[in-house]
């Protein structure tokens, strides 16, 4: 029997959802759970922190690491999953860009704590905790800008399909590259590349599911987002959100967007900006974390604090 190789599986802050979509591999966890040796899986197993601590350094051949770092236990889980791990896998959009969280970089700690627990109008007795917690982390950063990275696999979450053809490439030696093609070119609907007049929310007007939803003024990401779920929400005549991130060749997703849409809307800028009244969620949803602004944001941040 071939030998088998450790894998570890850390989650940080997170929905635990790209968990979820690799136990949705269901029978087909069989072509690789034999060439699988686990040793670190708190989502599924009852390990506990100190037995991946104790692993020898570089010991697992392959780390998945789920999730976002937003306190310092987070970041002390990545640093020891780099330590102990060949290969470290940023898996998922949290842990590549930084995830929907990413968009609380738009304020202060301070005020993203007093809005959650004190000024959230269904809250009686407010009290900010402070036992028995870890400590929060100013701002939320890609987990490659945290820690050297082998590889990242995007997604929210990346289907079973995305983590098990990356799992059997790393188990046979093999690199598993991104590819360079958008949601656009996996998408069934045909574009015209009409110049747009006016953009709709989703729940306004009447989505005909045949045809290209962004030529029927629906914001539908997928001109920039890596084609890697094959177009699975505008093949159901829902617009994609961006949910898996940029091709490799964009290196500010948001930007590609605004860009973009500056040269298909025909309309002028104000009305462009009144479509979008939330711009950094509509054009950076899962990773504004990892765009310029932020990357300015947290540089000012700690100027200001020096
Ligand atoms: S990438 Fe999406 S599915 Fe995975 S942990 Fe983050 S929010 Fe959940
Ligand atoms: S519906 Fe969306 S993904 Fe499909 S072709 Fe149009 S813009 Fe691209
Ligand atoms: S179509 Fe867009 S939003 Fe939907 S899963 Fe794919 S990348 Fe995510």
Redesign the pocket.
């Known amino acids: 029997m071939a030998k088998t190789k450790r894998i570890a599986l850390a989650?940080l802050s997170?929905?635990?959802?790209?968990?979820?979509?690799l136990v949705d591999i269901h029978l087909r966890l069989l072509d690789v759970l034999p060439k699988l040796e686990i040793v670190y899986w708190p989502a599924v197993v009852d390990y506990k922190l100190h037995d991946l601590e104790t692993l020898p350094k570089k010991s697992v051949h392959i780390g998945l690491v789920?999730?976002?770092c937003r306190t310092k236990e987070d970041l002390h889980l990545l640093e020891v999953m780099r330590e102990k791990s060949k290969i470290l896998v940023a898996?998922?959009?949290?842990?590549a860009y930084g995830?929907?969280q990413g968009l609380g970089n738009q304020w202060e700690l301070k005020d993203l704590l007093n809005r959650k627990f004190l000024e959230i109008e269904t809250i009686t007795e407010g009290r900010i905790p402070d036992e028995n917690v870890p400590e929060f982390l100013e701002s939320i950063r890609p987990n490659p800008d945290l820690v050297e990275v082998d590889m990242i696999l995007p997604?929210?979450?990346?289907t079973s399909d995305n983590t098990l053809d990356a799992l059997l490439a790393l188990l046979d030696n093999k690199p598993y590259d991104l590819p360079d093609k958008t949601v656009c070119d996996q998408c069934p609907l045909e574009r015209e590349e009409k110049k747009i007049k006016q953009f709709h929310r989703t729940f306004e007007g009447k989505i005909d599911p045949t045809k290209c939803l962004l030529d029927q003024g629906y914001l539908c990401l997928g001109f920039a987002t890596i084609g890697l779920c094959g177009a699975l929400c505008p093949s159901k005549g829902t617009p994609c959100k961006g949910?898996f991130g940029p091709p490799p060749s964009v290196s500010d997703h948001g930007a590609k967007i605004i860009s973009a849409l500056g040269a298909i809307a025909d309309m002028p800028a104000e009305k462009l900006r009144e479509a979008f009244p939330d711009p950094i969620g509509s054009f950076y949803f899962?990773d504004y974390a990892s765009s310029y602004l932020s990357k300015i944001r947290d540089k000012m941040r700690k100027d200001a604090n020096r």
């Open positions: 989650q997170s929905c635990w959802g790209c968990d979820q979509s789920e999730g976002s898996w998922g959009s949290c842990s995830g929907i997604g929210c979450p990346p949910c899962i």
